[in-house]
């Protein structure tokens, strides 16, 4: 979850004179409390009702801004043609750099409501890095008008502050596709050698999970590499954990979680033809349902095809823009041909949203965040479909207690499998990944 925060300032002499008078000013901290969600949480900092004085105004603004330092300031008031009405100059005085196109946005949107908006004046803009935004006086006119522009506010937000990962996940989604770039073939000959060595017995590694498709694993016939579905948790073979490191990659993933970087889950998939039961198929889910460490936004996929992979063989489908949802609830899904182990699926959404499916050439690497909508379909073809993934995240993250939230169907699984595997009863959720998670670059903090 993104922490904001907001400041609220109501520039009104009335107002001034009668605090209580005061509407618009809780209307906007209300709006911005009803938004907080499980991805951003609006934190209220202050508010204060200042009078119809350009001086006062612009030693207000300034005063939060170098106080408090607030991702955002709302103005309500002063925006009009009568000569009390000096808002946007105030706000003049004080940014560095203005943003009209959100000020026209308002007007023009307002005029659909009302002619008055004609004679509105507001003022947006930047100082340091607090976003300052002027809105109407009027209980009704200020909440319209933030809501005009809310959906793109956390993307200026973004932009102000140089994030820079999270920019990259706003355009990628407004393109309604991920980012993406390709590894060089000598690396994947590199990681197949070994995933055919540890199918065949030769390496063992501590840790690893080697994991049957639900169909293969009632065949008396299948053996070596075709046994095998997936393999996971290899952050301890050295080989395989080279994948983590690769420069190439390492070089996106910083821009999502900084430059401590943990690598917590670790797949090497090789998905099978499909024998007709459509147990190959993976269903559409969140990656964050499985993790009990957040901010959410300083997680990171990355996915790389390690041969060309298409809807024929079963490519990764996503719901683009689902990333800025909240998480929801999974479980199995009810499908006759069997469902592979701890491949839960979302419950409930709408069929009908928009799909996309990523076709890949070898080496095409995909980047996605954890609460991304995707799955991937049957392997129609007559070989096995190989892609290898790490999640990452930054050190810094911190675990959290996920009993009796959407979470905890799959935390008591995962826990249960790990105590059963490695004899530690009294395991919790979190050590499961403290255990299985290693260090890819910089400090080790908490995770």
């Known amino acids: 979850m993104t922490d904001l925060t907001f400041a609220v300032v109501t520039v009104s002499t009335t107002c001034y004179d009668d605090p209580i008078r005061d509407h618009s000013g809780p209307a906007l901290i209300k709006y911005m409390a009803d938004k907080s969600n499980n991805t951003v949480q609006w934190i209220h900092l202050a508010s204060t009702v200042v009078p119809d004085n350009q001086t006062h ?40 750099r203005e943003i009209p196109g959100m000020s026209q946005t308002m007007v023009a949107k307002s005029l659909a409501i009302t002619p008055m908006a004609m004679i509105s004046r507001p003022v947006c803009g930047i100082y340091q890095k607090t976003l300052i935004i002027n809105l109407p006086g009027s209980v009704k006119g200020c909440v319209e008008c933030l809501d005009f522009v809310y959906p793109i506010l956390r993307h200026a937000i973004d932009l102000i502050q140089n994030k820079r990962a999270e920019v990259a996940i706003t355009h990628s989604a407004m393109q309604g596709k991920v980012s993406s770039f390709t590894i060089k073939p000598e690396s994947l000959d590199h990681f197949r050698k ?31 590499e075709k046994a095998i579905t997936k393999i996971q948790d290899f952050t301890l073979d050295d080989e395989l954990f080279k994948y983590c490191c690769l420069p190439e990659i390492v070089k996106y993933v910083e821009n999502f979680t900084g430059p401590n970087i943990m690598a917590m889950h670790t797949m090497l998939i090789n998905k099978p033809p499909d024998p007709g039961t459509q147990s190959s198929r993976h269903p559409l889910h969140q990656d964050l349902y499985y993790f009990p460490f957040r901010p959410v936004d300083r997680i990171v996929c990355a996915w790389t095809a390690m041969e060309k992979i298409n809807r024929q063989n079963g490519c990764l489908v996503v719901l683009p823009g689902s990333h800025t949802g909240e998480l929801k609830e999974h479980g199995y899904p009810d499908w006759k041909g069997g469902v592979n182990k701890m491949y839960h699926g979302i419950q409930q959404f709408d069929p009908n949203t928009k799909r996309a499916h990523l076709e890949m050439e070898t080496g095409d690497t995909v980047f996605f965040h ?40 799959i935390s008591k699984e995962i826990t249960a499998i790990f105590r059963k595997k490695t004899g530690i009863e009294n395991a919790r959720f979190e050590d499961v990944w403290k255990i299985k998670s290693r260090l890819v670059q910089g400090e080790r903090i908490n995770l």
Do not use: W
């Open 194 to 224: 070994r995933f055919q060595d540890v199918c065949l017995g030769k390496v063992k590694v501590l840790g690893m999970t080697v994991i049957k498709d639900v169909a293969i694993a009632k065949s008396e016939f299948a053996d070596g």
């Open 370 to 409: 954890p609460l991304l909508i995707h799955g991937s379909g049957t392997n129609k073809s007559p070989g096995f479909r190989k892609a290898i993934s790490c999640h990452y995240a930054d050190s810094a993250c911190e675990y959290i207690e996920v009993e009796n939230s959407v979470q905890d169907y």
């Open 57 to 96: 105004v612009k030693e207000t603004l300034l005063k939060l801004s170098d106080e408090l330092y607030p991702h955002l300031i709302l103005t309500t008031g002063g925006t009009g043609i009568s000569p009390d009405d000096v808002t946007p100059e105030a706000t003049r005085e004080v940014i560095t």
